[in-house]
């Protein structure tokens, strides 16, 4: 029977401590498997590794992901991350093939703490990842090379141009398109969804707007936060009562 873990990378940036530790008590308590943490500083969340005072950045999330990579025993890996909230039957889900990268597309953007929420089409992002770790070791040492080839290790000032180019989620940018990898990707999705908390601190901008997308995404829903099905957030964070 196939093995899955997950790894944890956490820049600890976040100043909200109710987002922090309401998340890593949601993982804690919906996934019970191997659970492989890196993080600036030290969090009581499986097997916990710290990085240090490094620059927060692309470069330095590649490098912690890549870490938990190499010190995971599991076949296949989930990525998750400090500001996303994932229920159980999240962790349900066992990759068919070990060459494609797979995304839970079920998944809500809160933009906290407003009792609102959006979605769309085929909303996929990096904390949505699960996948063979065979696979992501090679893809995310083939990203390493090409940042330390670059020396793209610190100007943060000029990192939207060539991750955009390169791509956050592997798979999805393809060579034609200006990418690196002519990786594949596709799509799942989890009975309850799991929830992207978009707050000030965000590593990527928020995009709970129409407005911030300058193309605009397909069946665009938005509803109020507390009625995100399967959820009460409201209860959960102490907020709308």
């Known amino acids: 029977m196939a093995t899955v873990?997950?790894?944890?990378?956490?820049?600890?940036?976040i100043d909200n401590t109710d987002i922090v530790n309401i998340c890593r008590k949601q993982l804690a308590d919906s996934f019970s498997g191997e659970i492989i943490s890196v993080t600036f500083k030290p969090v009581d969340l499986g097997k916990n590794m710290v990085v240090g005072n490094l620059a927060r950045g692309y470069p330095t999330m590649v490098h912690q992901i890549l870490l938990a990579l190499e010190n995971s025993t599991a076949e296949y890996v989930y990525f998750t991350e400090h500001d996303v909230l994932y229920n159980p039957s999240h962790f349900k889900f066992i990759p068919p093939a070990d060459n494609i990268f797979y995304y839970n597309s079920n998944c809500w953007r809160w933009d906290y703490p407003n009792d609102r929420a959006i979605t769309y089409d085929?909303?996929?992002?990096?904390?949505?990842?699960?996948?063979?770790?065979?696979?992501?070791?090679?893809?995310?040492r083939a990203r390493m090379q090409i940042i330390a080839k670059n020396n793209w290790g610190g100007d943060n000032g000029h990192e939207a141009g060539w991750i955009r180019r390169m791509g956050y989620e592997p798979g999805t940018k393809k060579k034609k398109r200006g990418g690196y990898f002519d990786d594949d990707y596709d799509v799942w999705q989890s009975e309850c969804p799991i929830i992207d908390i978009r707050h000030k601190k965000t590593f990527s901008p928020s995009k709970v707007t129409l407005e911030s997308f300058k193309h605009l995404p397909n069946n665009w829903k938005e509803i109020k936060a507390s009625e995100i099905p399967g959820w009460n957030l409201g209860n959960l964070f102490g907020l709308w009562n």
Do not use: E, Q, T, V
């Open 5 to 13: 873990g997950c790894i944890y990378y956490s820049d600890n940036s």
């Open 122 to 140: 085929r909303l996929i992002s990096l904390s949505g990842l699960c996948a063979n770790r065979n696979c992501l070791l090679n893809h995310y």
